[in-house]
């Protein structure tokens, strides 16, 4: 079983919105933090939100109004809403998790803007 499994990429028209959520395996216990990553091709990876057990959040700048983190922690799952989205918001979006044990990161998924 896949320790993160992320889903609701696609290919969207700018300006519209999508969903992206991850879900973390059972066998990954306490979970403290969970957050979306994404990575443009040529471009590193950088940090788009992250929320804590508890509900504390934090974004990007370049997405802070835009997009919302929200967690079901019983479910194990974190999700993004995704809005007014822009072509340079295309990337590879990846779903990240920490616990007491290490961190954990899903496989990505593919989040297209077309002008």
């Known amino acids: 079983q896949v320790p993160l499994v992320e889903s609701g990429g696609g290919l969207v028209q700018g300006g519209g919105s999508l969903r992206l959520s991850c879900v973390a395996s059972?066998?990954?216990?306490?979970?403290?933090?969970m957050a979306w990553y994404r990575q443009a091709p040529g471009k590193q990876r950088e940090s788009v939100a992250g929320?804590?057990?508890?509900?504390?959040?934090n974004y990007a700048d370049s997405v802070q109004g835009r997009f919302i983190i929200s967690r079901d922690s019983a479910k194990n799952t974190v999700y993004l809403q995704m809005n007014s989205l822009k072509p340079e918001d295309t990337a590879v979006y990846y779903c990240?998790?920490?616990?007491?044990?290490?961190?954990?990161w899903g496989q990505g998924t593919q989040v297209t803007v077309s002008s």
């Open positions: 929320i804590t057990r508890s509900g504390r959040t």
């Open positions: 990240f998790a920490y616990n007491y044990r290490g961190d954990y």
């Open positions: 059972g066998s990954i216990f306490s979970i403290s933090t």
